[in-house]
């Protein structure tokens, strides 16, 4: 079992900067591959980035690619989403999520069994 507790949230002003960060619960964190997923108001959820569970390994949303940074330090059971150059489309809410299953890069929110609870992201032009 694990729980992700979400930090991070706020307005900011396009071309601005925000970092998210999701604290993990349990001493299995180091097994999960993590991500982060977003979800605009009227759409669905969307892949944004993803990490393998020693960190060595990345992958981005076209969309967020060269402006988000996701990394994560197992030290402290936390994964954090560096947000760069934001843009009002990147206005969501975004959820970190993790995954037992070894196959990586996991695109899919379905393949998620754990969420944290969601940070409201708002990005003004």
């Known amino acids: 079992q694990v729980q992700l507790v979400q930090s991070g949230e706020g307005l900011v002003q396009a071309e601005g900067s925000l970092r998210l960060s999701c604290a993990a619960s349990?001493?299995?964190?180091?097994?999960?591959?993590m991500a982060w997923f977003r979800q605009a108001p009227g759409k669905e959820r969307e892949f944004v980035s993803t990490i393998s569970w020693g960190g060595s390994a990345t992958y981005y949303a076209d969309s967020v690619k060269g402006r988000f940074s996701i990394a994560r330090d197992n030290g402290k059971n936390t994964v954090y989403l560096q947000m760069n150059s934001l843009k009002p489309e990147d206005t969501a809410v975004y959820y970190c999520?993790?995954?037992?299953?070894?196959?990586?890069?996991?695109?899919?929110?379905?393949?998620?069994?754990?969420w944290g609870q969601g940070t409201q992201v708002t990005v003004s032009s």
């Open positions: 349990g001493r299995t964190f180091s097994t999960y591959t």
């Open positions: 999520a993790a995954d037992s299953s070894p196959a990586f890069p996991n695109r899919s929110s379905r393949n998620y069994g754990y």
